[in-house]
């Protein structure tokens, strides 16, 4: 099994949906993250978290929220789902330093029609 | 200024050549350099870590930094047609500012 594993990996939905992106891992890791990934624009950070109780937006998290419910879950929401939020969505993980990089679930394709 | 900056390629090379992939950074306080390759459509994969100036060898790749010229290299020796990728430069700045920055890539793709 996958340590960190993202549910769904593929999905299709309509303009103005909700919808909710998981994430859970077993590497035991504290910081836990989302990116999206677009042609071109490389990864961009959306949402990080350091533990439980301290979340943090990155470079593009309007439109976009997240919960972090247990050490090991964080969840992304899209609240009112639009077509450009259309990309390639990927969950990761590091450990409290940070210092031997990041650890990326298997990814989450998203379509918005 | 970006904050990490790689050519997006594509990187053409024979199978059985070297592959130079390079990387530069703005931020001096930087401290951990990653080098992590992606299959189309894949997640990024971690294939190499370098904290300190030198180089770091790991099979047919090695990472090279720089921390006075800002660069960071990844050679693979011996490329081969599965080698062909993207290849994707990270930085961590540390500390109470922690931040893990990605460049945009760069596609190489090793002609058998």
């Known amino acids: 099994d996958a340590d960190v594993t993202q549910t769904p990996r593929n999905r299709i939905t309509k303009t103005g949906k909700r919808i909710m992106l998981e994430c859970s891992q077993t590497?035991?890791?504290?910081?836990m993250y989302w990116y999206r990934q677009d042609p071109g624009l490389g990864l961009r950070l959306i949402y990080y978290s350091f533990d439980v109780k301290d979340i943090n937006k990155g470079e593009i998290s309007d439109g976009y929220s997240v919960s972090r419910q247990a050490q090991a879950k964080f969840s992304l929401s899209l609240e009112s789902a639009i077509p450009n939020q259309t990309a390639l969505y990927f969950c990761?993980?590091?450990?409290?330093?940070?210092?031997?990089?990041?650890?990326f679930g298997q990814g989450t394709r998203l379509t918005v029609v | 200024q970006k904050e990490v900056e790689q050519n997006s390629g594509p990187l053409s090379v024979p199978e059985g050549a070297i592959a130079s992939l390079n990387c530069t950074y703005s931020d001096r306080g930087s401290q951990s350099f990653f080098w992590y390759r992606q299959y189309s459509g894949k997640s990024p994969e971690l294939i190499m870590s370098?904290?300190?100036?030198g180089d770091q060898e790991d099979g047919r790749f090695t990472a090279q930094l720089n921390k006075a010229s800002q660069y960071v290299s990844l050679l693979i020796r011996d490329s081969q047609p599965s080698d062909s990728a993207t290849y994707l430069c990270a930085v961590i700045r540390g500390g109470s500012n922690y931040k893990l920055t990605f460049g945009k890539g760069t596609l190489l793709t090793v002609n058998p």
């Open positions: 370098i904290y300190s100036n």
């Open positions: 990761a993980t590091s450990d409290l330093g940070g210092w031997d990089g990041a650890f």
């Open positions: 590497k035991g890791h504290d910081r």
